[in-house]
Structures are given as structure tokens and as C-alpha cells.
């Protein structure tokens, strides 16, 4: 098996004086998708912001690629391909979709590369191509979803990671999120994906980890813990 | 409310004796610099019932303070204008013209300063932060340009002369009323209104707190007292000019309640004390090793270490406690007003 | 009864009043290059720079020391002829020393701050701006200096009114300025980053802008547009004191929010409309024109808080 191509192990991060992630460990193999569910509060965006750099651990080891990047900018990680599309999509409203995509290569130089990645998005989602001298905040809830994952694959991600993609969107465009979403993992992108919504994260991605109040309760292959007991009760709304 | 005017009375009498005492034996620049501490008391703890209990960032209060004092000289002072068709300078004679007349001049002064307060409460109420910080700002240069502009009351040289009515009984008796007030308000109903306000507005609106009432209500409050405090810098000082009061001043002040930790009171006190005081004993020292100008480098640079290291100032949001204090104090009985925050 | 108002001349035609027009244009050009500093530093970090104004005083003092070398001092008569690219070597030699400086302040005082209440950086700034006053005071001297001459000043004709040479100078200098400064922002990477910043620092951070360099830069941008004042307005009122940056300052910032605050063109233009109104208001009493910035101010924060150019919408920029 290769290299894990992003390895935590036994990450403590606090805010203030609450403990919030409670010795975390998780590893990605490349050109997984892999799933990591919970319910509000759980931990699951602090992981996120802890793997690239917003938060730090007070203890432990966190290696992307072999390397320790436990106290590595967050600039300097989306330059060597470990890139995040923020929940709450965090566009910017103000500049139009083309601008958005051109920022989201803010940490590249290839001018003929850019612009293929670019017709590339448009052919991914079409649906921007449509709007692309339109201004951000003009978007639908579903467009600007898009334009964040858009975004985030113009800089060349080797491991993206998806910070609760269906997020207030109606049930048949957060399908079309995830169809993405498997299109841009089979082009060979890794894939962290951080959702509420357990049933679908868990059919596109391979495997999966549950998160509760900061620590990983359960991990397995995504298959198996969709017949899982106690997975279905907690969070799949069946049992 | 009876402990309450006993208090004040047994407080009056108590400056009083302070008074005489400090008149008869104290050296007179001692004793300035502790009515210019009882002024910035003043000014202090008045500032503190808008900025640190309701949370607005105002820096308009030298321009409270200067309406306060030109309205009070105004009733006390002769005045001179220069009249046109007699080609000469007249004298409008003060309405009071006796050591009497003071502490309605003061009143009145203070109550003018207040209706300013209202006056800048109610339009800047769609304000937050910065932005009312700047607007306060705003207030004060306008108010100082305006009496730069009115040569009855001296323009920008200044109007001198007036009586040297201020004297540490007067100023103390202030300090004393401004401090029994607040300490009250901040138990009361209205000051639980305004610290509602101040953690969180939405919240507040939705307890039934009217915020914009509040809001203004605390502004009256607070240019009340600094116009009382104009006053009484006004006749301490016997000339005062637009300079006195430009917005140099509202940051000291606020520098005063950052220091002392805003929204404490007693906070507010010691800021205002160390502030007056420590000035005046660095002059010397400053002199001593010959660079002048060291001391306000040093202020300013111990306001950012501050604000850096400790930006909630030296108490915090607590109140120095009396009772603490009384057992600091052999021999003292601590019964009335105390207890910690 | 009391006399309120000074009126002043008792002609005042309309070509006296194109005339105060004119100087506001120049006027206003100082407050727009002032202006971009805070509307720049408060877009990015919401802050207040109340220490903006100082560097402006401090880019004046930068050119004042190396312009005694080859300048024309009037106590001594001397008038050496002074080439263009020296004048231009004074320019960039203040704008970098300012810059330098900007980026200091932003290090030492500001970014220990970033994580805390803006209440605590306003006073911060508050506090910087009171400790380069001072220094400044320590340091340079509480009297004035005059600053040297190198060009000697002589009115224009244009059309029915005339301007100082010097005042062409800060209208031209200004324009291309602001110009270039706009430019950069929205044309190169480095702009980009800074719009990026000024939208939404975390998801900047997550698009891999470098957020503390981004900010040295726009601190460093920002300072010098303000040096770049201090020279011009040296040339033109060659009279320095180390206060000299406290009402100047508290004006363009009057003038970014003026404009709307965050905006580059915003802060342009609020400079302009604020340097003619003072100045056409000086006609009659210029006392009064003291005031007009700051009923301007109360006027905009009222009436439209986002400025004539600032977006209304969710982000403040």
C-alpha cells in the first residue's frame, strides 16, 4: 500500500478552555474519497481548519505527503496542493465567477496552464460557463457550491478537502454536488470530505470516519457502515 | 433612600474637613494637582456610564465638557463684546455675581452639556464602534470651532477672567455625588439595562429593553456629568479656550478608563488618579535628566503595551471592593456599599 | 445681535469662487492621497490607522532633512538649481522610508492585535498615533521648520483664474498616483490578493494569499501615498511641526468614508468634493471651513453610511 498522503495522529486543539477535538487520528490514502460525518458541533470543521493550517494542535503529528506540516502556513500548503473549499462557500460576492476561479489560482504562475484549468472548470460546470461575468453574490445556493469547488480545483489540489458541500441546498442539487464530486476524485484528486448529511456522504466515498464530541467513535469502509446498527439509528435516521 | 442621603451627608461633611484641611496646612500646587484628580474622576466615571456600561465608544466628551464650561461662565463671568455702532467694547455684566451663583451656573452648564448629549445620542444611534467613535469625534471639533467662532466668549484666544469659584469642597462634593450615582445606577434596573445592551443588543431589544432610549438616556447621564466637570475646570482654572477642550482631551479620559479596565468604576477612579498625578510627578523627573517631552512618549507607549498585554485594563470589568479594602484598612468598618462585583 | 458669522470680503465673485474651486482641487488631492491609506488598511482589517496621519507628518520630516542639502534655505540666499531627478530621489527616498515605517507600526503594534475586540486596536491606534506625535516632538523639535525651496512659486494663468505652480505639481503628482495605486489593485496579483483579503481574510488564507504579507504590503502601499503627501504639501506650505498630521489625518479619513470607505476611486473622490467644500467655504469665514469636514462626516455616517462610492451589502470593506 502506498504512503497515507495525509496522516494525523492524536490531535488535541482547544478553544479558549473547551477541548475541542480530543486526540484525533485519521490517515487518506491517495486518490480516496473518504468521509468523516457527525452532528453539529462534533469537531468536524475544526479537523478541517486544523489540517491546513487555521488552527493548531497542541499535541501529536500531522503529515501531508510525508511531511510534517503541523506548523505550517496555510498559503504554503495550498501551494504544495492541500486546499480546502470553505463551508458556508465563502465566495467572493462582490467579484464576478471568472474573478472568483482566477483567485482561487492565486498561488500558481502558469498563465497557458490557468486558463486550461479554467475552460476545464467551465466544462466541469457548465452552469458557470453560463454566468461567469456575473458577480458572485448573484449566484444560486446550489452555483456558488459549485464556484467554491470550482474555485478550489484551480489550484491544482492533490487533496481537497470539502467542508460540508450540501450545506442548506435543496436534495437534487446537493446530488449534483456529489456527482462532481466523483468526477473530480476519479481525475485523480484526493478527496476529505466533512458532511451532516451521513447517507450520501457516505455512497460517494469509500471510507469513513464518525466523529462525536471530538473523537472518532467509529471508522470503516463507507459500505459497511451504512448497514451499520448503530450508524443507521444515529445517523441515518432509521433504526 | 434615606441611608443613601445620610451617606451624602456624612460624604459633604467629611470634604468639608478635607477642605480646610488641605487650605490650611497642604502646599497649593498639592492641592491642585488633587482638584485636577477630582475633576478627572469626574469626567472618568461619568465617561464610563456610556463607554463601559452601555458599551458606545464615545469620544466626545471634551466637547461636553467645553459646553458645560462655557455655559457656566457664561452666568458667571463679565463678558465683552464689541459693539459696532458705539465703536467701543461693552461689558455684559454676570448674572450671578456671587460665590452663590455657582452651583446654579454649574447646573445650568451641566444641563446644557446633557441636552448635547441628547442631541448626539439620538442621531448616532445607528452608529456601532468605530464609527460612532468617529462621529463622537466629529461632535467635540464642532463644538470647539463653534466657540472659535463666538467673540463674545473670547474666540479662539479664550475667555479669561473667570472667578476662581473651584476649590477642593466644591469639586469633591462633585466626585462624591458622581460616584454615589453611578454606583448606584450600575445596580439598579437602568444600569442592568445598559451592560444588557452592552453584551449584546439583539438580546436586550428582545427582553423588552428599548436599546435607542437607553442608549441616549446613558449619553445624558455622562455629558451631565462632563459638563459639570467643564464647569468646575473652567472656574479652577479662570481662563479657558477651545484648546482646553479639543479632542486630546475626550482620549485622555478614555485612556483613563482603559487603564483603570473599562466598565469598573472604581477602575475608572484609580485611572483617572494615576493619570492626573502621575503627569505631574514625572514633570519633575523628566526635567531632572533633561528630556522633555519623555513623559507623553511614555504614556503613549504604556497605552499599547497595554493594549497588547492586557487589554481589559487593570481590573477588568470588576469592581475594587470595598469590603477588601476595609480589611485593608485596620480599624475601619466597612458596612455600607461593597461587596464584589 | 451677536455677530456669529465673519463675512469676510465684501466682493465675492464667481471668479473668486472658481478660483477657491481650484485650490480645493489641489487641497483635495492631499486629503485623496492621504485617504487611500486608511480606506486600504480599514478594508483589509477594519481598522481605524489613527497613525496614519503621523506617517504623513514623518513622510514630510524624511524629505526635509536631505532637501536642507541641496534645497534653497530663504535666511541664506543661496539658490543652487536643483535637478528634476533629485526632486525625484527625495520623493522615493520618503515614500520607502515611510513604507519601512508603515510596516514597522503594522508588525509591532497592530499585529499582536489581530485576534483581539477592534475596541482594543482603535485604542492601540490611538496610542500609536500619540507616540509618533511626541517623538516627533522630541525628536524633530516642537517649533516649526521651514522647508526648503527648490522651485520657486509663481501663479499660472488659467483662463480667469490663476494657480500656484506648486499646486499644479500636487494635482498632477496626486493624479498619476492615485491612478497607478488603482491600477495596481486591480490589475496585478498582489492587488488581487489584497481585494481577496479585504473580502474575506480566512477564505484568502484557504486560496493561498499570504495574509500577513498582504497586510505589510497595504500598510506599506498606504504609507506611501502619504509620504508622497507630505512632500507635496512641504513644497507647497513649507512649514512643518510635528502635529502637523493630527487634523490633516482626521480629515482624509473623513474623506474615505466620505467616498466609501474601502474604495480606492471612493477615496479619490471624497478628497476632492472635501478639499472644494472647505475651501469654497473659506471664502467666507475660514474658521468655519474648519468645520465643514466634520458636519460632512456626521452628514455621510446619517445619511449613507457606505459613501458615494462604498457597496452596501453583507462585507464591510
Known sequence: ?????????????????????????????????????????????????????????????????????????????????????????????????????????????????????????????????????????????????????????MSRPKLLLLDEPSLGLAPLIVQTIFETVDTVNKEGVTILLVEQNARIALKHSNRAYVIESGEISTEGNSADLLTDPRVKAAYLGEG | MGRMIGILVVSLAVVLGVNWFLDSYIDQYVVRVINMCGISIILAVSLNVINGLCGQFSLGHAGFMAIGAYVSA????????????????????????????????????????????????????????????????????????????????????????????????????????????????????????????????????????SASRMKVMAFIYGAFFAGIAGGLLGHLLQTISPATFNFMKSIEVVVMLVLGGLGSMTGAIVGAIVLTALPEALRDVESEIGLVGVRMVAYALVLILLMIFRPQGIFGQKELSLKLLGRLIPGRKSGNAGGEE | MLPLLETEAPGITAELILQQVANGVAKGSVYALIAVGYTMVYGVLQLINFAHGEVYMLGAYFSY????????????????????????????????????????????????????????????????????????????????????????????????????????????????????????????????????????????????????????MTFALGSAMAAVGGVLVAMDQPRLTPLMGLMMGLKAFIAAVLGGIGSIPGAALGGLVLGVAESVVGTWSTTYAEAVAFIVLILVLLVKPSGLLGKSGREKV
Open chain 1, 1 to 153: 500500500m502506498a504512503e497515507p498522503i495525509l496522516e494525523m495522529k492524536d490531535i488535541n486543539v482547544y478553544y479558549g478552555a473547551i477541548h475541542a477535538l480530543k486526540g484525533i487520528s485519521l490517515t487518506v490514502n491517495p486518490g480516496e474519497v473518504v468521509t468523516l460525518i457527525g452532528a453539529n458541533g462534533a469537531g468536524k470543521t475544526t479537523t478541517l481548519a486544523t489540517i491546513c493550517g487555521l488552527m493548531r494542535s497542541k499535541t501529536g503529528s500531522l503529515r501531508y505527503a510525508g511531511e510534517d506540516i503541523a506548523n505550517a502556513a496555510t498559503h504554503r500548503l495550498v501551494a504544495k496542493g492541500l486546499v480546502m473549499a470553505p463551508e458556508g462557500r465563502g465566495i467572493f460576492p462582490n467579484l464576478t465567477v471568472e474573478e472568483n476561479l482566477l483567485l482561487g489560482a492565486y498561488a500558481r504562475a502558469d498563465k497557458e496552464g490557468i486558463q486550461k484549468d479554467l475552460r476545464h472548470g467551465y466544462e466541469i460546470f457548465p452552469r458557470l460557463a453560463e454566468r461567469k461575468k456575473q458577480r458572485g453574490g448573484t449566484l444560486s445556493g446550489g452555483e456558488q457550491q459549485m464556484l467554491a469547488i470550482a474555485r478550489s480545483l
Open chain 2, 74 to 209: 457664561w452666568f458667571t463671568t463679565t463678558l465683552r463684546y464689541f459693539d459696532e455702532a458705539q465703536a467701543k467694547y461693552v461689558a455684559i455684566e454676570p448674572m450671578f455675581s456671587s460665590q452663590w451663583g455657582f452651583v446654579p451656573a454649574l447646573i445650568v452648564g451641566g444641563i446644557a452639556a446633557a441636552i448635547a448629549g441628547a442631541v448626539v445620542g439620538i442621531p448616532t444611534l445607528r452608529l456601532k464602534g468605530d464609527y460612532l467613535a468617529i462621529a463622537t469625534l466629529g461632535f467635540g471639533e464642532i463644538v470647539t470651532i463653534m466657540i472659535t467662532n463666538f467673540e463674545t466668549i473670547g474666540g479662539a484666544n479664550g475667555l479669561p477672567g473667570l472667578p476662581a469659584y473651584s476649590n477642593t469642597f466644591w469639586i469633591f462634593a462633585f466626585v462624591v455625588i458622581v460616584v454615589m450615582f453611578s454606583w448606584y445606577l450600575q445596580r439598579s434596573t437602568f444600569g442592568r439595562a445598559l451592560i444588557a445592551i452592552r453584551e449584546n443588543e439583539l438580546a436586550a431589544e428582545v427582553m423588552g429593553i
Open chain 3, 65 to 216: 532633512y536631505p532637501a536642507k542639502w541641496f534645497g534653497y534655505v530663504p535666511e541664506t540666499g543661496e539658490k543652487p538649481k536643483v535637478p528634476l531627478y533629485l526632486i525625484g530621489a527625495l520623493f522615493v527616498g520618503s515614500m520607502a522610508a515611510c513604507a519601512a515605517v508603515g510596516m514597522l507600526i503594522e508588525r509591532l503594534a497592530y499585529r499582536p492585535l489581530r485576534n483581539s475586540s477592534r475596541l482594543a486596536a482603535l485604542i492601540t491606534a490611538i496610542g500609536v498615533s500619540l507616540f509618533l506625535q511626541n517623538a516627533g516632538q522630541m525628536v524633530f523639535g516642537a517649533d516649526p521648520k521651514g522647508f526648503p525651496v527648490f522651485m520657486d512659486q509663481e501663479s499660472v494663468p488659467l483662463g480667469p483664474i490663476e494657480l500656484a505652480n506648486t499646486k499644479l505639481v500636487i494635482i498632477v503628482v496626486a493624479a498619476i498616483m492615485m491612478t497607478g495605486l488603482h491600477l495596481f489593485v486591480q490589475r496585478t496579483k498582489p492587488g488581487a490578493a489584497m481585494r481577496a483579503c479585504s473580502f474575506d481574510m480566512r477564505t484568502a488564507r484557504l486560496m493561498g494569499v499570504n495574509v500577513d504579507r498582504t497586510v505589510a
